[in-house]
């Protein structure tokens, strides 16, 4: 089956600022070999298969057959250590996954907990239980902070957009 | 008071979402200990979440750039590098500090949102993992010194992945592979780390993966369970609340999901390495939150600590039972 190539995606994973070291990788699967996630899942996580898809910028692959699927990385960074290339696949991992929040396509666990952080400022949140053992431990309450403030920057940078719900039905154009 | 008070050790002390939250007994032992250590701990006033580097970071990067800065802001307001406890604040603010210090491109995207708040990195501060304060700043030497009572028991190590790597920007030779601090850390008290297949493996928590996709989680979190097991441990022993919560409240999990193929459910304790440490330091077990209350429900450890802790207390001579009562009176 012929895939199409997103010139735009591979642009951008190719842009310095991301980072530029993807262009070494040649397939030599160290990555793959070495990744735990790989090993649990048998080959269905395969690191070395999320590169080249991204560097062919085969976004279908990526983003609507997810094969394989990024959200299975941990980020254990095993691979970036393994690496003869120095490619840094974690951080080329956390970007297409940004790219998948861009398109709100971010699975909902994750998306909850980046509301956590919006809403709250905290991952997790406080419980009356953990309040109360805390008392017994003879611990004060976690220093205070400015919500308001760091709400103020999320703005500023539009993680506001990025959390808020969207229809599937809104989204679907996006599509190529 | 002597006038040591100028070359005394002060951490701006980052306490994170999870211990402060969920495993409040860890930053009462590591609160205890440093204390009786020597380290002054200044509270990072204004700190939210790190922001997580795995949920957060693959969310939105830039965003998880500029709220890192602005907490390693709040550590140069204090004067003082910053100490956490955890392998996840570790990765995150380590690496923005990495980041803001040496890329002007995004240290200026940093500065451009925090000037808006009134905030600057300036870069004068550097982030620490209490492994490190203890392995260099504290020194091992001091450690097996003040470790006075031996614990005796078999201890599976788990390092956990931030705490590693990425290894070039880590303060251990770069060694993310055969590393041996934390394992000389626990035998400082008396303890043998004992060799475990996969050792080096991630919990399963991280990456967002324990949010995202449990049932692969919980299968890492079984291998790593199957392989300790397999050696006769005692306990588990990490230092990072994360791996600590994947380990022990996953362990739980574990024996409800894979209960088909696992045979006997798994009932291993997992300690954070300043519990352990302060025992053997010969500090209350109470004062290192050890004793649980179970009076209160969805309070950790899942996992009971109670048969390790046995054995550690007759060793060193308490009575268990006197201080569940003790604890219970304390209220």
Redesign the interface.
């Known amino acids: 089956m012929v895939q199409e190539i997103n010139f735009d995606f591979r642009k951008k994973i190719l842009d310095k600022?991301i980072s530029s070291t993807i262009s070494y990788c040649y397939q030599c699967t160290s990555c793959t070999s070495a990744c735990?996630?790989a090993d649990?899942?048998d080959g269905k996580?395969n690191p070395r298969k999320l590169i080249i898809n991204a560097l062919l910028g085969l976004t279908e692959k990526i983003f609507v057959d997810k094969d394989p699927?990024v959200?299975?990385?941990?980020?254990?960074?095993?691979c970036?250590?393994i690496c003869p290339q120095h490619v840094k696949l974690?951080e080329i991992f956390?970007?297409i996954?940004?790219q998948f929040?861009e398109r709100h396509e971010?699975?909902e666990?994750?998306?909850?907990?980046?509301r956590a952080?919006y809403e709250n400022?905290?991952?997790?949140?406080?419980?009356s239980?953990?309040k109360?053992?805390?008392?017994?431990?003879?611990?004060s309450d976690?220093?205070?902070?400015?919500y308001d403030?760091?709400k103020?920057?999320?703005k500023?940078?539009g993680?506001d957009k990025?959390v808020k719900k969207v229809d599937k039905e809104d989204n679907a154009e996006g599509e190529n | 008071m002597t006038d040591d008070v100028s070359n005394k050790m002060a951490y701006s002390f980052y306490l994170g979402c999870v211990i402060p939250n969920r495993y409040p007994m860890v930053e009462r032992a590591t609160r205890t200990v440093l204390d009786e250590l020597g380290a002054e701990l200044r509270d990072m006033k204004g700190a939210t979440c790190c922001p997580a580097p795995g949920v957060f970071r693959s969310f939105d990067i830039p965003t998880w750039l500029v709220i890192g800065g602005r907490n390693l802001t709040i550590a140069e307001d204090n004067q003082a590098d910053v100490v956490t406890m955890c392998n996840g604040c570790y990765g995150t603010l380590l690496e923005v500090e990495h980041a803001l210090k040496h890329e002007e491109k995004k240290r200026n995207y940093v500065n451009e949102h925090l000037q808006k708040v009134g905030r600057k990195f300036k870069g004068s501060i550097h982030v620490k993992h209490l492994a490190e304060v203890l392995y260099y700043d504290i020194g091992l030497k001091k450690i097996q010194d003040v470790a006075i009572h031996d614990l005796g028991l078999k201890v599976a190590v788990h390092y956990g992945c931030h705490l590693l790597k990425p290894s070039a920007i880590r303060p251990w030779d770069g060694e993310s592979e055969e590393p041996r601090f934390f394992d000389e850390l626990v035998e400082a008290l008396g303890c043998e780390s004992v060799d475990y297949r996969d050792k080096m493996m991630c919990c399963g928590a991280g990456g967002g993966v324990r949010s995202a996709v449990k049932e692969v989680s919980l299968d890492f979190t079984r291998h790593k369970l199957e392989e300790i097991r397999k050696v006769g441990a005692d306990c588990i022993v990490n230092m990072c609340p994360f791996c600590m919560l994947q380990l022990d409240l996953g362990q739980v999990e574990v024996n409800g999901v894979f209960k088909d193929i696992i045979g006997e459910p798994y009932n291993i304790p997992v300690f954070y390495y300043t519990q352990l440490l302060g025992l053997s330091m010969g500090l209350n077990p109470i004062d290192l939150g050890l004793i649980k209350q179970h009076d209160l429900k969805g309070v950790p450890p899942f996992t009971s600590q109670e048969p390790a802790l046995r054995k550690i207390f007759k060793k060193l001579g308490y009575n268990y039972d006197e201080l569940v009562e003790q604890a219970k009176n304390k209220k």
């Open positions: 600022h735990p996630i649990i899942t996580y699927s959200w299975d990385c941990t980020q254990c960074c095993t970036d250590e974690t956390a970007f996954k940004n929040a971010a699975p666990g994750f998306l909850g907990e980046a952080v400022g905290l991952a997790i949140p406080m419980q239980a953990i109360r053992r805390r008392d017994s431990l003879g611990l976690p220093p205070e902070f400015d403030e760091l103020d920057i999320m500023m940078i993680l990025l």
